[in-house]
Structures are given as C-alpha cells and as structure tokens.
Antibody, heavy 119, light 107 residues
Framework: EVQLVESGGGLVQPGGSLRLSCVAS????????MNWVRHTPGKGLEWISC????????HYVDSVRGRFTISRDNAKNSLSLQMDSLRAEDTAVYYC????????????WGQGTLVTVSS | DIQMTQSPSSLSASVGDRVTITCRAS??????LAWYQQKPDKPPKSLIS???TLQSGVPSRFSGSGSGTDFTLTISNLQPEDLATYYC?????????FGGGTKVEIK
C-alpha cells in the first residue's frame, strides 16, 4: 500500500523558516517524481514544487522560487521542503504527492501538514 | 503560466442526478488534464488523469472527456458520498496549475 506521511508543520513567525518532511513507503520511491502541493480554504489547491526521481531536476511556482527548496533522499525514501522567509500567505495545509508513473499528474496524496505563519 | 477556469463554482443536485463540471485551459494542453476530489477535512483524491483515464478504484460513475482547451467531468447517478469540491489541473507544463474548484452539494 502506498503511503506518504508528512511532518514538520507548525506555527512560525513571518520571516521565519520551517522544514517539511515526507516519508514514503509501499512503492519504489526512487522511480517517481514527487511534488509538494498546498491548500488554503480561500485559494484552493496550489502546486508548489516538484523534484525528479533522481533529484537532478526541480521546478517551482514563482511565488515560492528563491524562498523554498525541495530535496529528496532516495536512500531514506524521504522528500523535504525547506521553507525560508515565510509570509502570511504561505499559511496552508501542505501535501506531499506522487506523480502517476510516466505522467505529471498526481496519483497519491499524503494526509497533509498544517503550516501557520503568524506573529 | 496556463490558467485553468472551472465552472460552475458551486452546484446543488439530487441523488441520482447527472452532474457536469467544465474546465477550460488558457491554451492548448492536449489531453494533459487531471481531476481531483476533495471531501471536507480530507486530502484530495485522484480521480482522472490524461483527461479520461480513471485512477484505480474510482467508481465508474465518474468520467472525463475533452482535449485541447475544453474538458468535462461527469458524475452520473450522483451519490451522497460525492459531496466534495472537485478540481481540475493541467499537467502539460510547469508550473502545474489548478482550477478554482467546484463545490458539489447534495439537495
């Protein structure tokens, strides 16, 4: 069974940093592109970033480029998102997702971790 | 960036009804269109990829169609458990982008 378990969310002040983690199980992690997607009640779903199976290629949405860094450790089946210079508008539930094999659509989602940016 | 526009933003229908949600892309995305379902306080669930390919385990009352810029998600025989918000997403080019969502309520 495919499982994606996120952790690391919490309350942080504007300008602060947070590191999210996602541990994967039930599939060959090193074979799949992985993503971070966030959800806010007001804006809906927003794709944030992806990283290729080997980790050499990354993409970001403009609103987080230069502030967020995606990475992975295939030996540990883990995905990370380092979030710096956080803003109030980064407040959201963050999901770790797996690409459908051979496609950039998503087939599996984690349960999510809540990030709140507030003073 | 490719803009995705969904309509309607919300709808109310009765059990057993046929429901149609549309999604329009700001440019040609071929068939690189996915649909997701998000129930209240739950993570999204993947329904359809490549415009019409049902993900494993998704009930056959869900179907997708379209290509180019215009796409449709159809729920035939609406069930109470279909209460959710539905999102389309283009997976043709980065950044991947979602539509604004369609909230489906049961009368």
């Amino acid at each position: 069974e495919v499982q994606l378990v996120e952790s690391g969310g919490g309350l942080v002040q504007p300008g602060g940093s947070l590191r999210l983690s996602c541990v994967a199980s039930g599939f060959s992690f090193s074979s799949y592109t992985m993503n971070w997607v966030r959800h806010t009640p007001g804006k809906g779903l927003e794709w944030i970033s992806c990283i290729s199976s080997g980790g050499s290629v990354t993409h970001y949405v403009d609103s987080v480029r230069g502030r967020f860094t995606i990475s992975r450790d295939n030996a540990k089946n883990s995905l990370s998102l380092q979030m710096d210079s956080l803003r109030a508008e980064d407040t959201a539930v963050y999901y770790c997702t797996r690409d459908t094999y051979g496609s950039s659509s998503t087939d599996y989602w984690g349960q999510g971790t809540l990030v709140t940016v507030s003073s | 960036d490719i803009q995705m526009t969904q309509s309607p933003s919300s709808l109310s229908a009765s059990v057993g009804d046929r429901v149609t949600i549309t999604c329009r892309a700001s440019q040609d995305i071929s068939n690189f269109l996915a649909w997701y379902q998000q129930k209240p306080d739950k993570p999204p669930k993947s329904l359809i990829s490549d415009a019409s390919t049902l993900q494993s385990g998704v009930p056959s009352r869900f179907s997708g169609s379209g290509s180019g810029t215009d796409f449709t998600l159809t729920i035939s025989n609406l069930q109470p458990e279909d209460l959710a918000t539905y999102y389309c997403q283009q997976h043709s080019a980065y950044p991947l982008t979602f539509g604004g969502g369609t909230k489906v309520e049961i009368k």
